[in-house]
């Protein structure tokens, strides 16, 4: 057991080599948070502002507050869909089977579950790695223009970062598994790059979807994790307007820009999304146990 | 002697290609076991078939005695090199030998240990740090042995090995192997497909389309598959009438008059009995060549 630590140590620190030698996966897994920032600035931070002065009206809040409030939105957004492109974006089990390092770990005595669990763990710490950095982009950038997120909120996005991104790691290694070249990763890694910003509400608030997406959307578990990343974000700026304005304005505001949700009709509580969060995880570390153990056999 | 690698009634089909067509055999300690067939021949398969790589149809293989089916048990044995080169090209030498070295459980002194003493005998200082993908065929090939060698195995699996080495660096890579299977008797299993290096092995097994159609150490197989043959510089013409006559097979041209005997005995008494005939003569064992390509149904008679 100790000496299966061992190795599985030295299989990870491979794999995070490995993955930052390789530029291009690099980049392009940071193609998604690049056109948010590139939306934001260009059109929906204004957006955001003139759906924020609709709920207002009449009230005056601290421009500071906007600005907390919508920064806030965009890094919710860039972390909730960094946390699973960039972990879909490293085929590190592709990349081996393309250049047959597989077959060298097969004739080696490593146990099929330790090189399992590396690829994830690798794939889980280069995620964490890059995001890391995102969010600390974005602790700057709140600091300029407006600061209010409290210790616990920041623990809060820091957890729900790891949850994600693990979440996105198991996703991605099950698909993995079946994969054998180079253009499923890239066409999977495009598409859910394009495709995941949409579902999961990082463009545009999931209540402003239609009423059938967002039956849909809450049986994602990715929903959630945005969903908490608001929480995280949004907590404190919210707090700070209820100060100046009526309870049910903030109230109206959190339901439009996702900071509060209900399960068909039910408000759902912080506490429940995370289960929601490690449920699923559970569910997929599952999965991708039986589904290794199948490849295994089929030689 | 024991056996270390033991295979009874292999079977391996892709489909309808019969890679791997019952074969049998055994590779005894301290053996360095030549396993030579045309392209295609079933070799490679075997080998996966031995290390995990492939699942057999049908049949046995046991490694120091244990079963195949429980390979992890048999892996720390066994060093390999594959056909083909597959190792991590973005990472240096060092890295890559030292990443696999400790899927063995080597301690960081003895990996260190082991390195030195192949970077020393396969020269390998100069390419140490640099990264895989910038190394040329060759080097490549010698940290493929390195790295099948790096844990000390006591059974070293060759396929191809020496292919695309030039001749400095292939004898380096024999000095290496000849001298591990001096002092440690590491056991080599080898395929290739020069037939100099078959020469040097103790046993043969030829296969063919995944079938074994020859055994034996080299001298049994050239005396009983090569042909020698006699090669007359100058000689009276009388002697082609007496080769028509007797149905030898012959072949002529400007330079030298070139004669075939099933064995050297039969070229021998050919010689007594027409001294007077001949002047000046060259008497040419049969070699590996020979053996192979007569067992495969090809002939050489050209290339000589
Ligand atoms: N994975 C595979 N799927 C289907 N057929 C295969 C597979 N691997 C090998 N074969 C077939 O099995 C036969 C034996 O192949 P193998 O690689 O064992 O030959 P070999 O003796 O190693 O040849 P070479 O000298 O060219 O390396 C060939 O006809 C090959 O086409
Ligand atoms: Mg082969």
Same mark, same amino acid.
């Given at each position: 057991?100790?000496?299966e630590?061992?190795?599985?140590?030295?299989?990870i620190? $491979?794999?995070?080599? *490995?993955?930052?030698?390789?530029? #291009?996966?690099?980049?392009?897994?940071l193609i998604?948070?690049?056109i948010?920032?590139?939306?934001?600035?260009?059109?929906?931070?204004?957006?955001?502002?003139n759906n924020?002065?609709?709920?207002?009206?009449?009230?005056?809040?601290?421009?500071?507050?906007?600005?907390? #409030?919508?920064g806030?939105?965009?890094?919710?957004?860039?972390?909730?869909?960094?946390?699973?492109?960039?972990?879909?974006?490293?085929?590190?089990?592709? *990349?081996?089977?393309?250049?047959?390092?597989?077959?060298?770990?097969c004739?080696?005595?490593?146990?099929?579950?330790?090189?399992?669990?590396s690829y994830?763990?690798?794939?889980?710490?280069?995620?964490?790695?890059?995001?890391?950095?995102?969010?600390?982009?974005?602790?700057?950038?709140?600091?300029?223009?407006?600061?209010?997120?409290?210790f616990?909120?920041?623990?809060?996005?820091?957890?729900?970062?790891?949850?994600?991104?693990l979440?996105?790691?198991?996703?991605?290694?099950?698909?993995?598994?079946?994969?054998?070249?180079?253009g499923?990763?890239?066409?999977?890694?495009t598409?859910?790059?394009?495709?995941?910003?949409?579902?999961?509400?990082?463009?545009?608030?999931?209540?402003?979807?239609?009423?059938?997406?967002?039956?849909?959307?809450?049986?994602?578990?990715g929903?959630?994790?945005?969903?908490?990343?608001?929480?995280?974000?949004?907590?404190?700026?919210?707090?700070?307007?209820?100060?100046?304005?009526?309870?049910?304005?903030?109230?109206?505001?959190?339901?439009?820009?996702?900071?509060?949700?209900?399960?068909?009709?039910?408000?759902?509580?912080?506490?429940t999304?995370?289960?929601?969060?490690?449920?699923?995880?559970?569910?997929?570390?599952?999965?991708?146990?039986?589904?290794?153990?199948l490849?295994?056999?089929?030689? | 002697?024991?056996n270390?690698?033991?295979?009874?009634?292999?079977?391996?089909?892709?489909?309808?290609?019969?890679?791997v067509?019952?074969?049998?055999l055994?590779?005894?300690?301290?053996?360095?076991?030549?396993?030579?067939?045309?392209?295609?021949a079933?070799?490679?398969?075997?080998?996966n078939?031995?290390?995990?790589?492939?699942?057999?149809?049908?049949?046995?293989?046991?490694?120091?005695n244990?079963?195949?089916?429980?390979?992890?048990?048999?892996?720390?044995?066994?060093?390999?090199?594959?056909?083909?080169s597959?190792?991590?090209?973005?990472?240096?030498?060092?890295?890559?030998?030292?990443? $696999?070295?400790?899927?063995?459980?080597?301690?960081?002194?003895?990996?260190?240990?082991?390195?030195t003493?192949?970077?020393? =005998?396969?020269?390998?200082?100069?390419?140490l740090?640099?990264?895989?993908?910038?190394?040329?065929?060759?080097?490549?090939?010698?940290?493929?042995?390195? $790295?099948?060698?790096?844990?000390?195995p006591?059974?070293?699996?060759?396929?191809?090995?020496?292919?695309?080495?030039?001749?400095?660096? $292939?004898?380096l890579?024999?000095?290496?192997? =000849?001298?591990?299977?001096k002092?440690e008797?590491?056991?080599?299993?080898l395929?290739?497909?020069?037939?100099?290096?078959?020469?040097?092995?103790?046993?043969?097994?030829?296969?063919?389309?995944?079938?074994?159609?020859?055994?034996?150490?080299?001298?049994?197989?050239?005396?009983?598959?090569?042909?020698?043959?006699?090669?007359?510089?100058?000689?009276?013409?009388?002697?082609?009438?007496?080769?028509?006559?007797?149905?030898?097979?012959?072949?002529?041209?400007?330079?030298?008059?070139?004669?075939?005997?099933?064995?050297?005995?039969?070229a021998?008494?050919?010689?007594?009995?027409?001294?007077?005939?001949?002047?000046?003569?060259?008497?040419?064992?049969?070699?590996m060549?020979?053996?192979?390509?007569?067992?495969?149904g090809?002939?050489?008679?050209?290339?000589?």
């Amino acid at each position: 057991m100790k000496s299966e630590l061992k190795k599985m140590k030295y299989l990870i620190s $491979r794999n995070i080599k *490995l993955y930052f030698k390789d530029k #291009f996966t690099f980049f392009v897994s940071l193609i998604t948070p690049f056109i948010l920032f590139i939306l934001f600035v260009t059109f929906l931070k204004t957006t955001y502002e003139n759906n924020l002065e609709a709920i207002i009206q009449n009230y005056s809040v601290n421009k500071k507050i906007i600005n907390a #409030f919508t920064g806030g939105w965009l890094f919710s957004s860039v972390l909730s869909t960094s946390c699973i492109t960039v972990a879909f974006c490293s085929g590190m089990m592709v *990349l081996d089977k393309i250049t047959k390092a597989n077959i060298d770990f097969c004739v080696s005595p490593v146990k099929n579950s330790t090189l399992q669990i590396s690829y994830v763990v690798a794939n889980l710490i280069t995620t964490l790695i890059v995001c890391s950095i995102l969010f600390f982009i974005g602790l700057l950038y709140l600091t300029f223009i407006g600061f209010y997120l409290s210790f616990s909120d920041i623990i809060l996005i820091v957890f729900n970062m790891i949850l994600t991104s693990l979440l996105g790691c198991l996703i991605a290694n099950i698909i993995w598994t079946f994969a054998s070249s180079q253009g499923v990763v890239s066409s999977v890694c495009t598409l859910i790059s394009a495709m995941y910003g949409f579902i999961c509400g990082a463009y545009m608030p999931i209540n402003t979807m239609g009423e059938t997406i967002k039956n849909v959307t809450v049986f994602f578990p990715g929903t959630y994790a945005t969903l908490l990343f608001r929480k995280g974000f949004l907590n404190g700026t919210l707090n700070e307007m209820g100060k100046t304005l009526p309870n049910e304005m903030v109230e109206e505001i959190a339901k439009s820009f996702d900071c509060s949700f209900k399960f068909f009709g039910n408000s759902v509580s912080t506490a429940t999304m995370f289960l929601v969060l490690i449920g699923s995880i559970t569910i997929f570390f599952i999965i991708l146990f039986l589904v290794s153990k199948l490849k295994r056999k089929s030689k | 002697m024991e056996n270390v690698i033991e295979i009874k009634n292999l079977k391996k089909y892709f489909g309808t290609v019969k890679a791997v067509d019952d074969i049998s055999l055994n590779v005894k300690k301290g053996q360095l076991f030549a396993f030579l067939g045309l392209n295609g021949a079933g070799k490679s398969t075997t080998i996966n078939i031995l290390v995990g790589i492939l699942e057999k149809d049908s049949g046995e293989c046991l490694i120091n005695n244990k079963s195949i089916e429980n390979i992890n048990a048999i892996l720390p044995e066994i060093g390999i090199v594959f056909q083909s080169s597959i190792l991590d090209k973005n990472l240096s030498v060092y890295e890559n030998l030292k990443y $696999r070295a400790m899927m063995y459980d080597l301690t960081n002194e003895q990996f260190e240990k082991n390195l030195t003493f192949f970077v020393e =005998n396969l020269e390998m200082k100069d390419i140490l740090t640099k990264p895989l993908d910038k190394l040329s065929g060759g080097q490549k090939r010698k940290v493929d042995i390195a $790295r099948a060698l790096i844990h000390k195995p006591s059974i070293l699996i060759l396929d191809e090995p020496t292919t695309g080495l030039d001749p400095k660096t $292939r004898s380096l890579v024999w000095q290496l192997v =000849n001298n591990l299977r001096k002092k440690e008797n590491l056991s080599v299993l080898l395929t290739t497909h020069y037939m100099e290096e078959a020469v040097e092995s103790d046993f043969v097994v030829i296969m063919d389309n995944g079938k074994i159609v020859a055994t034996g150490t080299p001298n049994q197989l050239k005396n009983k598959y090569a042909n020698d043959y006699v090669k007359l510089f100058n000689y009276d013409k009388k002697i082609l009438k007496i080769l028509e006559k007797e149905k030898i097979t012959f072949q002529k041209n400007k330079e030298f008059l070139l004669i075939e005997f099933k064995n050297t005995m039969l070229a021998k008494n050919f010689v007594v009995e027409n001294k007077h005939l001949i002047f000046d003569l060259e008497i040419l064992k049969g070699k590996m060549d020979d053996v192979f390509l007569n067992v495969t149904g090809k002939n050489l008679k050209e290339n000589l």
